[in-house]
């Protein structure tokens, strides 16, 4: 059984903005075996090891270096609990950066979000947490509404499922 990777204090600190504005809708259940209180869960940059340690369907995930710099922010929605291995590999065969990343991505740090996160939920959450670490790497990112946060669109989507179009709740079957 392989050791379990502490967070570095380096990455702790870059990543404690983004844990206050992103916390509410981290689903910190599916981080398990970690020594940190962040609900993040530490990885080698291996698609085998995050398959192994990651159960999250739904996520924002970090790439680090070895001089602990955010190399690339990214996020993945997708059935099964092999979704951010699944995506790490397919960033590790593409055609043109592929080999690159996969000789400068040496940690990962996976932001877990309830499956039943929307996807603007994630894209969101992905948005913010660019924003906030400005990764060396990749500039597709969601922009951000800056006055939408990922926790308030969270709660935005409970509401809506709460209640039908005219504010009637719609579990009393009245819409």
């Known amino acids: 059984m392989s050791a379990v990777l502490t967070l570095?204090?380096?990455?702790?600190?870059?990543?404690?903005?983004?844990?206050?504005?992103?916390?509410?809708?981290?689903?910190d259940s599916l981080v398990q075996g970690c020594d940190s209180q962040a609900p993040v869960v530490v990885c080698p940059a291996r698609p085998d090891a995050v398959r192994r340690r990651v159960a999250a369907s739904c996520a924002v995930y970090v790439a680090w270096d070895s001089r602990r710099r955010c190399r690339y922010v990214g996020s993945v929605c997708r059935q099964g609990p092999g979704?951010?291995?699944?995506?790490?590999?397919?960033?590790?065969?593409?055609?043109t950066t592929g080999a690159i990343r996969r000789g400068a991505w040496?940690?990962?740090?996976?932001?877990?979000?309830?499956?039943?996160?929307t996807?603007?939920?994630?894209?969101?959450?992905?948005?913010?947490?660019?924003?906030?670490l400005n990764p060396l790497d990749g500039s597709a990112h969601p922009?951000?509404?800056?006055?939408?946060?990922?926790?308030?669109?969270?709660?935005?989507?409970?509401?809506?499922?709460?209640f039908g179009p005219a504010g009637v709740v719609t579990d009393a079957g009245t819409t």
């Open 8 to 27: 570095p204090a380096q990455i702790g600190r870059a990543l404690r903005p983004v844990l206050r504005l992103v916390g509410p809708v981290l689903d």
């Open 83 to 95: 979704a951010v291995g699944d995506r790490l590999a397919e960033h590790y065969a593409h055609p």
């Open 106 to 117: 040496l940690l990962l740090t996976v932001l877990p979000l309830a499956d039943l996160s």
């Open 119 to 132: 996807l603007e939920v994630v894209r969101s959450t992905e948005g913010w947490t660019a924003r906030l």
């Open 143 to 162: 922009r951000v509404d800056l006055a939408q946060t990922p926790a308030a669109l969270a709660l935005d989507a409970s509401r809506q499922a709460q």
